[in-house]
């Protein structure tokens, strides 16, 4: 948390889950003012339902720089990032730590009320996430098997928050999204995986 406060000097402490170890959690990331303009753009995208093999998801996605093909299990190049989204990846890679460069891949995703996510790992062709969420709170849950059942953790995710995933938080625990009550955008940028790079 020290690394991320000192890139944003101006923040109050925020809330970090105690685990799972390699998450990061950061809050005011993005504006109000700067979450009002990225609504109104992302009410303009074209989103289509998520699909995974045949399956709906109850969400809405667009992906820019590359895009996963679930049916051929292959990474596709996608539209390229507009302005404005290029300026959030700025602050997404600052708040990281990361060259801008290395975030490939960004996902745009409407959450209409009742619309959440269920339990997965992102696929093992990308390295690091970082998300950026904007519009209304939601909880990120977290699971990872352990002798008896599930170790769980979840995060209060605040409007204009931003959180990392690596490590332990990124290839070991799955992680999930209660369904909300109010209409929610978020923003997930992928690194690719390096060669060598540990996964599960």
Do not use: K
């Not at 045949?54 to 990032?81: K, L, M, P």
């Amino acid at each position: 948390m020290t690394d991320t406060l000192a890139l944003f000097p101006d923040l109050a402490p925020a809330p970090v889950a105690a685990e799972p170890v390699g998450l990061t959690y950061a809050e005011a990331v993005v504006s109000p003012d700067a979450q009002g303009d990225l609504m109104a753009r992302a009410a303009g995208l074209a989103f289509a339902p998520f699909d995974f093999r045949g399956f709906t998801g109850n969400r809405r996605t667009v992906s820019f720089g590359s895009r996963y093909d679930f049916t051929h299990n292959r990474i596709d190049a996608a539209a390229a990032f507009p302005d404005w989204l290029s300026a959030l990846r700025a602050d997404a890679a600052r708040f990281a730590g990361l060259p801008e460069a290395d975030l490939v891949q960004a996902l745009v995703t409407e959450y209409a009320p009742g619309a959440g996510i269920g339990w997965h790992r992102d696929r093992p062709e990308y390295g690091q996430v970082v998300g950026l969420s904007f519009g209304s709170d939601c909880v990120l849950r977290f699971r990872r098997p352990c002798e008896g059942g599930w170790r769980r953790a979840s995060l209060h995710v605040r409007p204009g928050s931003a959180y990392r995933l690596q490590g332990p938080a990124r290839d070991v625990w799955q992680h999930s999204i209660v369904a909300g009550d109010h209409l929610r955008y978020s923003v997930t940028f992928r690194t690719l995986r390096m060669s060598g790079d540990a996964q599960t």
